[in-house]
């Protein structure tokens, strides 16, 4: 299913509500706390806005294969783990080639809004074929916006160029601020020709990401911070690295779960550290936030990611099937798409305040997880999800607060109990689930865990209410 069905759907007005139905997704990164000028920067970049990655595609290049750092947590075997799941492989591509695929899928997705490069190494540590990949693909496809993140070693010394490309969103992976911290998570740092240990390369590292994220405070540029929460080693020091990164300028700080395993072959992963729960998580995110500019809709993506964030379309444009299609940017085209996509947001956020109008706040705040493909819809059935993702609801609003991958249930045409069992073990925190369709085995088995079934087909936010003013029929 591609973001532009799933997209394409008017919600409250074409909808075929079946049972209860209600609604949709707000942010992290609200319209209202942002200036209006840096929201209409963000409003289309899935990553930098909560809102539009429910609505709008990223795509990755893999054209960076080289890193001059070493993390705890990397296998250079495998992608950049400061952009990706550990232990998935991109296919390395020239700069070239990156941008005849950039301009394919901009024609074939033309939801898809942003190109970022984020590995398989540092962008940075490969700037000949990161910079040659944005001036290609700007030339040719000036409407979509250049990202790339980076763990801002080398970030001084391009930040202008990075400017003059009209680059407007960079990352960077900041893991700690205290020397001491960074020992535990980076071995060595490779800089002007020399390896530099222990205490020595955290303190450069940590001094060269301070510079680079001033440089591009100074120069206008939305920086976004990725820290890796890792338990026992930088955990509670994250909340001094949102701190000092706030106070520096950060636009959004984007905390997310280490991923350890032996498989993947990385210190961290063979020494046995864990990573966090959801619930640690959530709790350090809330912690840093005060739930402002704090990112919680990541998913790791990996470096030749190709889809909306919840979705991974990466195969559909392998380097051997992508080379020989024809690219068809069409900005006019892709302009239409995207007036559709805004009309759409813009009624659903109408339909949303005049909901919450009428509402007042209860007090109890309950978990619901989702089954959608995109658009803000409840659209999916619970069979086919391979995540979930979860709101938050009060009885006036929707609030995202992350999401759970699950492998999908139904198999084949058949649903297998072991994958119910883990589906069920990922959302059993959560009142209900709501999906356009859920299998009357899955239904039984989901009330015996505490999770209420609710079938309905239109916005998130308002399945959501109309099942919390039945939980708690909340007077209006
Ligand atoms: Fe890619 Fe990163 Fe740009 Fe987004 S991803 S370079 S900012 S376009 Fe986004 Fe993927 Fe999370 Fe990165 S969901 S891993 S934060
Ligand atoms: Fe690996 Fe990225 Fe760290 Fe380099 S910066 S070691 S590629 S996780």
Same mark, same amino acid.
Request: aromatic share 6%; net charge neutral.
């Given at each position: 299913? =591609?973001?532009?069905?799933?997209?394409? !759907?008017?919600?409250?007005?074409?909808?075929?509500?079946?049972?209860?139905?209600?609604?949709?997704?707000? =942010?992290?990164?609200?319209?209202? /706390?942002?200036?209006?000028?840096?929201?209409?920067?963000?409003?289309?970049?899935?990553?930098?806005?909560?809102?539009?990655?429910?609505?709008?595609?990223?795509?990755?290049?893999?054209?960076?294969?080289?890193?001059?750092?070493?993390?705890?947590?990397?296998?250079?075997?495998?992608? %950049? +783990?400061?952009? =990706?799941?550990?232990?998935?492989?991109?296919?390395?591509?020239?700069?070239?080639?990156?941008?005849?695929?950039?301009?394919?899928?901009?024609?074939?997705?033309?939801?898809?809004?942003?190109?970022?490069?984020?590995?398989?190494?540092?962008?940075?540590?490969?700037?000949?074929?990161?910079?040659?990949?944005?001036?290609?693909?700007?030339?040719?496809?000036?409407?979509?916006?250049?990202?790339?993140?980076?763990? *801002? @070693?080398?970030?001084?010394?391009?930040?202008?160029?990075?400017?003059?490309?009209?680059?407007?969103?960079?990352?960077?992976?900041?893991?700690?601020?205290?020397? #001491?911290?960074?020992?535990?998570?980076?071995?060595?740092?490779?800089?002007?020709?020399?390896?530099?240990? &222990?205490?020595?390369?955290?303190?450069?590292?940590?001094?060269?990401?301070?510079?680079?994220?001033?440089?591009? /405070?100074?120069?206008?540029?939305? %920086?976004?911070?990725?820290?890796?929460?890792?338990?026992?080693?930088?955990?509670?020091? @994250?909340?001094?690295?949102?701190?000092?990164?706030?106070?520096?300028? +950060?636009?959004?700080?984007?905390?997310?779960?280490?991923? $350890?395993?032996?498989?993947?072959?990385?210190?961290?992963?063979?020494?046995?550290?864990?990573?966090?729960?959801?619930? #640690?998580?959530?709790? !350090?995110?809330?912690?840093? $936030? &005060?739930?402002?500019?704090?990112?919680?809709?990541?998913?790791?993506?990996?470096?030749?990611?190709?889809? !909306?964030? *919840?979705?991974?379309?990466?195969?559909?444009?392998?380097?051997?099937?992508? @080379?020989?299609?024809?690219?068809?940017?069409?900005?006019?085209?892709?302009?239409?798409?995207?007036? *559709?996509?805004?009309?759409?947001?813009?009624?659903?956020?109408?339909?949303?305040?005049?909901?919450?109008?009428?509402?007042?706040?209860?007090?109890?705040?309950?978990?619901?997880?989702?089954?959608?493909?995109? &658009?803000?819809?409840?659209?999916?059935?619970?069979?086919?999800?391979?995540?979930?993702?979860?709101?938050?609801?009060?009885?006036?609003?929707?609030?995202?607060?992350?999401?759970?991958?699950?492998?999908?249930?139904?198999?084949?045409?058949?649903?297998?109990?072991?994958?119910?069992?883990?589906?069920?073990?990922?959302?059993?925190? %959560?009142?209900?689930? @709501? +999906?356009?369709?859920?299998?009357?085995?899955?239904? *039984?088995?989901?009330?015996?865990?505490?999770?209420?079934?609710?079938?309905?087909?239109?916005?998130?936010?308002?399945?959501?209410? #109309?099942?919390?003013?039945?939980?708690?029929?909340?007077?209006?």
């Amino acid at each position: 299913m =591609s973001p532009t069905t799933s997209t394409t !759907l008017a919600p409250e007005s074409k909808t075929k509500a079946k049972k209860s139905s209600k609604g949709c997704g707000c =942010s992290s990164t609200t319209p209202q /706390q942002v200036d209006p000028k840096i929201q209409e920067r963000i409003e289309k970049h899935p990553c930098y806005s909560e809102d539009a990655h429910h609505h709008y595609a990223r795509m990755h290049v893999a054209v960076a294969p080289a890193c001059n750092i070493q993390c705890n947590y990397c296998n250079r075997k495998y992608d %950049c +783990a400061n952009e =990706s799941r550990p232990g998935v492989v991109s296919e390395l591509l020239t700069p070239e080639e990156a941008a005849h695929k950039a301009l394919v899928i901009a024609g074939k997705i033309p939801q898809m809004t942003v190109l970022g490069i984020a590995g398989p190494g540092d962008p940075l540590a490969n700037p000949k074929q990161t910079f040659r990949t944005f001036e290609l693909v700007a030339d040719k496809a000036p409407d979509i916006k250049l990202c790339l993140s980076t763990n *801002g @070693l080398m970030l001084p010394n391009h930040v202008q160029q990075i400017k003059d490309l009209n680059v407007d969103h960079v990352t960077i992976t900041i893991n700690m601020v205290d020397p #001491e911290v960074g020992t535990k998570i980076y071995p060595w740092v490779r800089y002007n020709r020399k390896r530099w240990k &222990g205490v020595d390369a955290a303190k450069l590292l940590h001094e060269r990401q301070m510079e680079g994220l001033q440089a591009l /405070q100074e120069n206008d540029i939305l %920086c976004k911070v990725n820290s890796v929460m890792i338990p026992g080693i930088n955990d509670e020091h @994250l909340v001094e690295v949102d701190e000092v990164i706030r106070s520096k300028g +950060a636009f959004l700080h984007n905390i997310m779960p280490l991923i $350890s395993a032996p498989e993947h072959g990385t210190y961290f992963g063979l020494t046995g550290q864990r990573g966090p729960t959801p619930k #640690e998580l959530k709790a !350090l995110q809330d912690n840093c $936030s &005060g739930n402002m500019k704090m990112m919680r809709h990541c998913r790791q993506c990996r470096a030749d990611a190709v889809g !909306l964030l *919840g979705e991974d379309r990466s195969q559909e444009f392998t380097k051997e099937k992508f @080379l020989e299609m024809t690219p068809e940017y069409d900005l006019e085209k892709r302009q239409e798409v995207h007036a *559709g996509i805004n009309k759409i947001k813009d009624a659903m956020k109408a339909a949303k305040a005049e909901r919450a109008a009428k509402k007042k706040p209860r007090g109890e705040k309950i978990l619901v997880a989702v089954a959608t493909k995109g &658009g803000g819809v409840v659209n999916q059935h619970f069979g086919h999800a391979k995540e979930f993702q979860i709101f938050e609801v009060d009885g006036v609003e929707t609030k995202f607060v992350g999401h759970r991958k699950v492998d999908h249930y139904c198999q084949g045409g058949y649903g297998e109990d072991a994958m119910l069992d883990n589906i069920i073990n990922a959302i059993k925190d %959560c009142k209900a689930v @709501l +999906a356009s369709k859920i299998g009357d085995c899955p239904q *039984g088995m989901l009330r015996e865990a505490g999770v209420e079934p609710v079938q309905g087909y239109d916005t998130i936010d308002k399945i959501a209410l #109309e099942y919390y003013e039945q939980q708690f029929a909340v007077s209006r």
